[in-house]
C-alpha cells in the first residue's frame, strides 16, 4: 500500500495561497509516516472546460478525483474573495458528487485556509464556509488551538478556524514568522490527526 497523505488542495490567483499551501505542506512532512501531495484546481471562465491546458503553466499540478478520494486527510487553501471561497474551488467541490455518494471522504480529518488583502476583509467567514461542504463529506474539520500563543498575540493572520494570510493591497507580502509558524502548526495537526484516526 502507498504511503499515506494529506491533500493539500488550493485555489490562488496571485500567489499567497500557493505561498501558505506550500508553507501547509511543510507542517505536513514534519509527522513522520504521512506526506503531503500538493494539488490545484483550474481558473474557471464561461467556457471552462474548453479553454483550461490539461497541466497548468505553473504550481502543482490539477487536482483528480482520485486524489481527493485516497487522501488521508485534507487542507483546502483558497483567496477570500466578497467573504468566500474563490469560485473555481466552489466549481471543483461541486464535481464531487460521486465521492459525497460513496462517502468516501467520511471520518477524514480536514483543515482550511485562506488569504486576503485586508485584516477584517472575511478570513473567518471564508475558512467556516469553505468547511460546510467537508461537513457534508463526513469529514471532521479541525482549526488551530489555543495552545499556540500565536494565536492570542497576532496582529496579521492566523485564527483558530484555521491559517490566514494578509496579503495586503498589492497582494504580494510574504508570510509573516507568525501566519508562517501556524500554517506549519496546521499542516503537523492535520497529518497527526489523520495517522490517528488511520490506526484507529
Ligand atoms: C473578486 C475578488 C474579491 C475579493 N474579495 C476580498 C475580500 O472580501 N476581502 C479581502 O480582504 N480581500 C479580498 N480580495 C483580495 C484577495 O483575497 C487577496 O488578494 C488574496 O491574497 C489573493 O490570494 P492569491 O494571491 O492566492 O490569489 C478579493 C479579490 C478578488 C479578485
Redesign the pocket.
Known amino acids: 500500500m502507498s504511503q499515506p497523505y494529506i491533500l493539500v488542495l488550493y ?8 505561498k501558505m499551501a506550500r508553507a501547509l505542506a511543510e507542517g505536513v512532512e514534519q509527522v513522520s509516516g504521512i506526506e503531503a501531495r500538493l494539488r490545484t484546481v483550474p481558473a474557471v471562465s464561461t467556457v471552462n472546460e474548453a479553454t483550461a491546458p490539461a497541466v497548468p503553466e505553473e504550481g502543482a499540478v490539477y487536482c483528480t478525483e482520485e486524489d481527493l478520494r485516497h487522501c488521508s486527510g485534507l487542507l483546502l487553501g483558497s ?5 468566500n471561497m474563490a469560485a473555481p474551488m466552489k466549481y471543483f467541490i461541486d464535481s464531487t458528487s460521486g465521492l459525497w455518494l460513496s462517502g468516501a471522504l467520511i471520518d477524514k480529518p480536514a483543515g482550511t485556509f ?5 485584516l477584517h ?3 473567518e467567514t471564508t475558512l467556516v464556509t469553505m468547511a460546510i461542504p467537508l461537513i457534508h463529506h463526513g469529514m471532521l474539520w479541525a482549526g488551530i488551538p489555543y495552545s499556540h500563543p500565536e494565536l492570542t498575540s497576532t496582529t496579521e493572520g492566523g485564527t483558530p478556524y484555521g491559517a490566514s ?1 494578509v ?1 495586503g493591497v498589492k ?1 504580494n507580502s510574504e508570510l509573516s514568522t507568525t501566519e508562517l509558524k501556524l500554517c506549519h502548526e496546521q499542516g503537523k495537526r492535520i497529518a497527526r490527526l489523520a495517522l490517528k484516526l488511520h490506526s484507529a
Open positions: 485555489y490562488s490567483r496571485k500567489g499567497s495561497t500557493a483567496p477570500t474573495r466578497f467573504g485562506t488569504s486576503t488583502s485586508s476583509g472575511g478570513q494570510h496579503a497582494g
